[in-house]
């Protein structure tokens, strides 16, 4: 499969996230090329971690795109949602889902309420749709 077309497919969908318009798709094609996958069989709830043959390093060199082609510096700790288990474990008294409403506003109710289930595998289960809705939360969407 020839995957340069991805390459062509990732500037326009990300010029396109960046007016606001689909983080998603700006995500997608960035995981795509990385990964050498076509766009279209990577879902909103594609896991990064079990979905697909993530390292750590790939997820430095995803960071490192969306950064690039956000125009600005994003921070993988909330790009990857890799805090949510400590801030939850650092408040036990606390319900888990206001932990983490609070400090990750970006993620949808029902979002929320599916992490405090995920919390449950020790597993990382970061998903596209994660990561674009930080990214819509940066643009101010």
């Known amino acids: 499969m020839d995957f340069s077309r991805?390459?062509?497919?990732?500037?326009?969908?990300?010029?396109?996230?960046?007016?606001?318009?689909d983080a998603l798709a700006c995500i997608r094609t960035i995981v795509a090329e990385i990964f050498e996958r076509d766009p279209d069989t990577?879902?909103?709830?594609?896991?990064l971690m079990q979905d697909l043959p993530c390292e750590s390093i790939d997820l430095l060199e995803i960071a490192a795109r969306v950064s690039?082609?956000?125009?600005?510096?994003?921070?993988?700790?909330?790009?990857?949602?890799?805090?949510?288990?400590?801030?939850?474990?650092e408040r036990p008294g606390d319900d888990p889902a206001a932990v983490i409403a609070a400090?990750?506003?970006?993620?949808?109710?029902?979002?929320?309420?599916?992490?405090?289930?995920?919390?449950?595998?020790?597993?990382p289960f970061v998903t596209l749709a994660d990561m674009a809705a930080y990214l819509d939360y940066l643009q101010g969407c």
């Open 103 to 123: 400090n990750f506003p970006w993620l949808a109710p029902s979002r929320v309420e599916s992490a405090v289930a995920d919390m449950r595998s020790p597993a």
């Open 68 to 89: 690039q082609r956000a125009g600005r510096e994003v921070d993988d700790e909330a790009l990857f949602l890799r805090n949510l288990r400590a801030l939850v474990a």
């Open 42 to 47: 990577l879902g909103p709830e594609t896991r």
């Open 6 to 21: 991805f390459a062509a497919q990732a500037k326009a969908a990300c010029a396109i996230c960046m007016e606001k318009i």
